[in-house]
């Protein structure tokens, strides 16, 4: 199964945790595609059969200016050959922000039901008040993710 890996990072982070689920699908027999500058020629040229988005928030609940032209093309234009394929989003945040807490995370799964892919895994919030190393605290959520999309 081709699983392209869409992400979004201000300092780093999310790309790191993007990097690492890349590798821990790879190991589980998955292809993947993960390209921080990737535009949606790209995602459609790769042809995926699953997604995940890994995003960070920034402001007051946005996503970072990497992700922004991607996301805005794919909201523009609402691929059809990607409705009822599986999906799952991890957001990265800062509790201490409250209601924008995983604010980017948010925008990735409402353009996944808009797009009609289904979240398999309900989102996975990392918490960098609480966490030193993200792409670790995501592992278990990966093998639950992992499961579902060999289920």
Known sequence: ???AIISGSVYGSAEEVARHAAS???????DTWHNPRGTLADVLAY????????TSTTGMGELPDNLQPLYSTIRDQLPAA???LPGAV??????????TFCGGGELMRELFSEMGVREVVPMLRLDASESVTPETDAEPWLAQLI????G
């Open 47 to 54: 042809g995926p059969q699953a997604f995940l988005a890994v």
């Open 1 to 3: 199964m081709k699983v």
């Open 90 to 99: 991890i957001g990265l945040g800062d509790a201490s922000y409250g209601d």
């Open 147 to 150: 499961s579902a999309l060999q």
């Open 82 to 84: 990607w409705r009822g």
């Open 24 to 30: 821990i699908l790879q190991a589980a027999g998955f």
